[in-house]
């Protein structure tokens, strides 16, 4: 059990039966009234994210999440396989556990699985990944770097904003949080 007074940011808890990661949180202390922690949290199991008050002090079991790095592999209809890299062990994910995740994953990409006991969670992406542009209009001489953006799409179907200058087989830096242009590889 831990205490909501001691919510950081990442920390996985387990409220109602479901497994949540704390995204942000704030105490407050009303002049009138007791103390009460505003929290923002991230249902691992859909996704979802939900604002949950909680009174100042109150206890909420910690949920051990397992990390477990592991390689995309391929995908198989509506299945996507991920293979352990230690234990060359196979499991496969349905498209709609790791739907927004699909926009960054390239075969043989190292991944991290969160796994909560035996259920698999989903997909922790890198920061960052490395992408090339499959399509985008042409880059006309003159057009700067802070002179606007195009839309440009990514190999994996992913379609971001770029700037200009940026042209079709252009190797890019894509966050994985936002899903923007970071820089060129």
């Known amino acids: 059990m831990i205490s909501v007074n001691d919510f950081k940011t990442g920390l996985t808890i387990e409220v109602d039966g479901d497994i949540y990661r704390v995204l942000d949180f704030q105490h407050v202390k009303p002049g009138k009234g007791a103390a009460f922690v505003r929290s923002k949290l991230r249902n691992l199991r859909n996704g979802n994210v939900t604002e949950k008050t909680f009174r100042g002090g109150e206890k909420v079991e910690r949920a051990q999440i397992d990390n477990r790095r592991m390689q995309y592999l391929y995908a198989n209809g509506d299945e996507h396989v991920f293979m352990d890299t230690d234990s060359y062990e196979q499991i496969e994910l349905n498209e709609s556990q790791i739907e927004y995740e699909l926009k960054f994953l390239k075969e043989n990409m190292e991944v991290h699985i969160i796994q909560y006991q035996a259920e698999t969670l989903g997909v922790e992406l890198p920061a960052t990944v490395e992408l ?54």
């Open 132 to 185: 090339e542009v499959t399509d985008t209009e042409p880059g006309i001489k003159g057009d700067t770097a802070s002179g606007g953006s195009k839309p440009a799409t990514m190999e994996t179907g992913l379609v971001v904003q770029v700037p200009f200058f940026v042209n079709t087989g252009d190797k890019l830096i894509i966050n994985t949080s936002e899903g923007d242009y970071v820089s060129r590889a």
